[in-house]
């Protein structure tokens, strides 16, 4: 085939057969295969790839946007489609990539999804052992997945070995003292759910706690930001979590309302004893 008119939809092609499968998660693999069916193919279609410009991408996203999807869906979207033009000028197909700056969408910056204290003590009331699946996700940060693969035998020292993590990196996560007993205690796995199930557990803490807006993920964002609250580095804070980027880390170091408020009251009462 002649690589000057080869086009989107053949790039594409290609692009899912050898570069997203030795780079991304079998889940991920799925996605990006989902994407180019849905939103890649339909616009840019049977276009010569060498031909597009940077208008044409900022079209794509104006027609992203049109089919009433999310800014941060949008800027997923395109960021598969600059990944793909990158793709296409590291094999030669491109000469340069057409995919312009300060084309992505903002996004409005949001406080992390986190439980309140009032919310963490109602969920962590849950009848055992799920109340213990609270705390152990309360205490380490883990996500769903890695606490479903957790075993006894993983804790070595004061800490919990995580293994098969999103970013393939082993990592250690410490444990608190309280947390290191309870866990001495127990054999086998941890959380004998199925990684595929977290809305089943969600379902059981909403249920019984009466935490109607519960999803298993606040567990680690609460771990996170109750981390920054009580005076720990975003770098430690990043090893624990897996996050490949500090910046992503640096999400969770704006401060809860009630972390807040506590310390206007501690400041006030400090300078009204002058």
């Known amino acids: 085939m002649d690589d000057d008119r080869i086009t989107v939809a053949q790039a594409a092609e290609r692009w899912l057969a050898y570069y997203v499968p030795t780079t991304r998660s079998v889940k991920n693999v799925s996605m990006a295969a989902?994407?180019?069916?849905?939103?890649?193919?339909?616009?840019?279609?049977?276009?010569?790839?060498?031909?597009?410009?940077?208008?044409?991408?900022?079209?794509?996203?104006?027609?992203?946007?049109?089919?009433?999807?999310?800014?941060?869906?949008?800027?997923?979207?395109?960021?598969?489609?600059?990944?793909?033009?990158?793709?296409?000028?590291?094999?030669?197909?491109l000469v340069k990539s057409p995919f312009p700056r300060r084309v992505m969408p903002r996004i409005q910056e949001t406080a992390p999804d986190r439980l309140t204290d009032a919310e963490v003590a109602a969920v962590i009331r849950i009848p055992e052992p799920h109340a213990f699946y609270v705390r152990f996700a309360l205490g380490t940060g883990m996500r769903w997945g890695e606490l479903c693969r957790a075993q006894a035998h993983h804790v070595e020292g004061g800490m919990i070995v995580v293994a098969k993590t999103k970013s393939s990196r082993l990592r250690r996560v410490p444990l608190s003292d309280a947390l290191l007993r309870e866990l001495r205690q127990r054999i086998g796995r941890l959380v004998p759910y199925s990684e595929q199930s977290p809305s089943v557990f969600a379902r059981f803490v909403r249920h019984h706690s009466g935490v109607t807006r519960f999803h298993v993920h606040q567990l680690r964002h609460t771990f996170a930001c109750r981390w920054i609250e009580s005076g720990g580095s975003l770098p430690a804070l990043q090893q624990i979590l897996g996050?490949?980027?500090?910046?992503?880390?640096?999400?969770?170091?704006?401060?809860?309302?009630?972390?807040?408020?506590?310390e206007a009251e501690r400041i006030t009462e400090a300078l009204g004893d002058r």
Request: glycine residues 4%; positive net charge; proline residues 2%.
């Open 34 to 93: 989902q994407r180019v069916r849905d939103y890649v193919q339909p616009y840019f279609g049977d276009r010569a790839l060498h031909e597009l410009r940077s208008d044409d991408v900022r079209g794509h996203r104006l027609w992203l946007e049109k089919q009433g999807l999310a800014p941060r869906t949008v800027r997923h979207l395109m960021a598969d489609v600059r990944c793909l033009f990158n793709w296409a000028v590291e094999n030669e197909y």
């Open 243 to 262: 996050h490949a980027s500090i910046v992503t880390t640096q999400h969770y170091a704006r401060l809860s309302d009630e972390h807040v408020k506590r």
